[in-house]
């Protein structure tokens, strides 16, 4: 199989279980919304590594996973300030 096919079957496959967790999720809350996130990076990993190129390169790579992680637990964390009061 193709990389571009073997990305594009997982990104479906990512975005059918993003829908299937929240079709079937019982209700919102931390866990629920870590696993969004945690999906989300993985199909943002699939993006830039497969469809931008940067598998190749590895300091580009690790450069922007950082970035892609640090803004999910940026979100993470804004959505736990309410919680925490």
Known sequence: MAPLTRAFVMLVGLSLGTTLL???APGTG???VAAFLVLAG???RVILNDYLGLRP???WR???N???TGFLMLGFGIY???LLT
Request: proline content about 10%; hydrophobic content about 60%.
């Open 22 to 24: 929240a079709r079937l």
């Open 30 to 32: 931390p866990a629920l």
């Open 42 to 44: 993985w199909k943002a």
């Open 57 to 59: 390169s590895r300091v």
């Open 62 to 64: 690790r450069g922007f």
């Open 66 to 68: 950082a970035i892609v």
């Open 80 to 82: 736990l300030l309410p």
